[in-house]
């Protein structure tokens, strides 16, 4: 067995004091003789083989861009001759990828040698004057193919059916779980998006909040503005329902009271509900209503300051003035 020694390397190791204190210094480390692997020939031919057959495809791919390129006046035709050969050159990396899958290294070898055959047929056009340019010219593509098929003859592994059904199900297991990664990712970047979009909506949420504040107040006021109004309805109709009274009395009270004379045909009925709060409200409107004629520029504020009503009551009735004016 072969034994190698590493070279001595120089590395920064601590050292202690007797007093009990370190500092680091540089120190020469030596290693032990190791093992040295016996050459692996058969990789090393390989490469070697690989090696020279990628020289002889760039010595074809050379001469079959020079000639199609020329075929094609030059200039931009060497572009386009060199879509030929790196296509075949593209079928080749195909079917060494499909080293293990039959199947799939049909196509690529299949379309390999059609697009060396239209190669060949060009670079033969080229020469047809002279035809051993031309079958020379032809065969130095056919060559490089043809050794690539024995470098791929030699890589490819042959696998049994049931190995074969043993890979494939682990293919699909991994392609599986990498779709499964992609999903998750295209996940978590919507729900990023999402969370983005919804703290950037929250910064308006307070004056969503505010607004439904205000509005609540409003209702709110308007509500204690008629409850106030109801209130005192039932005052001046009904003084006596302010305190409790003993049934009887209450009774008596009402068998004692006049009874209400009827209303003439002429005169309309008054709506069921707030009559009171409902004539109440006619009359400020026709007053907000004059206000406005005298006043364009008036605001529900001075409205509900003269009025001496709540804020919400005197827009609502500058409102209802407006529809008047406007009518």
């Known amino acids: 067995m072969k034994l190698r020694t590493p070279p001595p390397e120089r590395r920064r190791v601590t050292v202690a004091r007797p007093d009990g204190s370190t500092f680091e210094t540089l120190k020469t480390v030596e290693f032990a003789p190791e093992a040295v692997p016996p050459r692996d020939w058969d990789v090393i031919s390989t490469r070697a083989g690989v090696g020279l057959v990628l020289a002889l495809t760039a010595v074809a791919v050379a001469w079959s861009t020079w000639s199609i390129g020329s075929l094609l006046h030059g200039g931009l035709g060497f572009l386009a001759a060199t879509v030929f050969d790196l296509s075949w050159a593209t079928c080749l990396i195909l079917e060494w990828k499909a080293r293990y899958d039959p199947d799939k290294r049909a196509f690529p070898r299949a379309l390999g040698w059609a697009l060396l055959v239209v190669t060949m047929g060009a670079i033969f056009w080229h020469g047809a004057p002279d035809w051993r340019m031309a079958t020379v010219g032809a065969l130095t593509s056919a060559i490089a193919k043809v ?95 302010s305190r409790v009274e003993p049934v009887a009395q209450v009774t008596a009270s009402v068998q004692a009271a006049p009874a209400e004379p009827e209303l003439s045909p002429s005169e309309p009925h008054p709506p069921f509900g707030f009559s009171a709060a409902s004539a109440q409200r006619v009359q400020r409107t026709e007053a907000v209503t004059e206000l406005l004629r005298a006043e364009p520029g008036l605001t529900g504020a001075q409205v509900a300051e003269r009025l001496g009503v709540s804020l919400a009551s005197g827009k609502r009735y500058l409102a209802d003035a407006r529809k008047e004016v406007q009518s």
């Open 147 to 241: 050794l690539w098929l024995g470098i791929m003859k030699h890589i490819e592994r042959e696998l049994s059916q049931q190995d074969r059904d043993d890979l494939a199900d682990r293919l699909s297991k991994a392609h599986v779980r990498q779709a499964v990664a992609l999903v998750d990712r295209q996940t978590l970047r919507v729900d990023a998006h999402t969370e983005a979009l919804r703290r950037s909506l929250e910064g308006a949420r307070p004056t969503v909040l505010e607004l439904s504040a205000s509005t609540q107040d409003t209702d709110r006021a308007e509500l204690a503005s008629a409850g106030e109004q109801f209130a005192e309805q039932l005052t001046q109709a009904e003084p006596r329902l």
